[in-house]
């Protein structure tokens, strides 16, 4: 089954301590990114990657960090953690970059960062 | 990027046909207009696609004046589990970073 998985779901933390959130898909796609949504903001682009070795900053990179060693996995790390990055985070891929394809989004993490 | 507006909520019942107009003045040449439904705690899904005139999937039809400088997405009697957040996106293959915006919550009462 063509899909993008997330892991953990869910994740409860403290302040500080670093934690990556993995992302994978499995249609050999060469754009994926990660949004994070907040109520009352929308989805809001943090980073992308056009394809291996090749990321860059979306709108609210502050905080974050991303690597793209293989073609599948695309994993979100927050090296110190802060409360104000308690949200709800999606990875998506899609075949290339640009609005004209199609994002396929996976089941989210919520993090929460006490 | 072109910037987009939508209402922030609609409501109808059961049955009725839904509008949801977007608008984005500045879109460009190049660009595409999407349409995504969300719902609670789950990632967005593609709806439908469009650049001109009109678009009908097995799901919802898109609308496209022919200045392009708004669309509409229309859902055929829609049910309660349409209930959802609808966002509009404009963009080309030129754009990277893509833009969602707070969408459209559309409330579906029996």
Known sequence: EAQVTQNPRYLITVTGKKLTVTCSQNMNHEYMSWYRQDPGLGLRQIYYSMNVEVTDKGDVPEGYKVSRKEKRNFPLILESPSPNQTSLYFCASSPLAGNYNEQFFGPGTRLTVL | ?110
């Open chain 2, 1 to 110: 990027l072109a910037k987009t507006t939508q209402p922030i909520s609609m409501d109808s019942y059961e049955g009725q046909e839904v509008n949801i107009t977007c608008s984005h003045n500045n879109i460009a040449t190049n660009d595409y207009i999407t349409w995504y439904q969300q719902f609670p705690s789950q990632g967005p899904r593609f709806i439908i696609q469009g650049y001109k005139t009109k678009v009908t999937n097995e799901v919802a039809s898109l609308f496209i004046p022919a200045d392009r400088k708004s669309s509409t997405l229309s859902l055929p009697r829609v049910s309660l589990s349409d209930t959802a957040v609808y966002y509009c996106l404009v963009g080309d293959g030129g754009y990277s970073t893509l833009t969602f915006g707070k969408g459209t919550m559309l409330l579906v009462s029996p």
